[in-house]
């Protein structure tokens, strides 16, 4: 089973930068393989989807983060990065690792993002 470690969260201000990272551990298969996602969780809202790195190397972003987040992986670390720039207070939330492979999700624990104005 694919464990999934989170980090960099912290209390930002608002316009600041912050880099996430999510360490993989225990695949079965080559960590290229898999589909790394984060997401992100308000309180009281639905978690939804941030961005995507493919295992082919292409990557996807919601729309309300194109621009000024970017996600990559190095798949000799078995890392996945989330950077984020121009940060701004309604990214506020718990953000999640997620990683998929042939229909089998698994989840990290999070790691908390705070934006202050």
């Known amino acids: 089973q694919v464990q999934l470690v989170e980090s960099g969260g912290d209390l930002v201000q608002a316009g600041g930068s912050l880099r996430l990272s999510c360490v993989a551990s225990?695949?079965?298969?080559?960590?290229?393989?898999?589909?790394m996602s984060w997401y992100r969780q308000a309180p009281g809202e639905e978690r939804e989807l941030v961005a995507v790195?493919?295992?082919?190397?292409?990557?996807t972003y919601s729309d309300s983060v194109k621009g000024r987040f970017t996600i990559s992986r190095d798949n000799v670390k078995n890392t996945v990065y989330l950077q984020m720039n121009s940060l701004k207070p309604e990214d506020t939330a718990l953000y999640f690792c997620?990683?998929?492979?042939?229909?089998?999700?698994?989840w990290g624990q999070g790691t908390q993002v705070t934006v202050s104005s």
């Open positions: 997620q990683s998929s492979q042939n229909g089998y999700d698994s």
């Open positions: 225990g695949f079965t298969f080559t960590f290229s393989s898999y589909v």
């Open positions: 790195a493919y295992s082919g190397g292409g990557t």
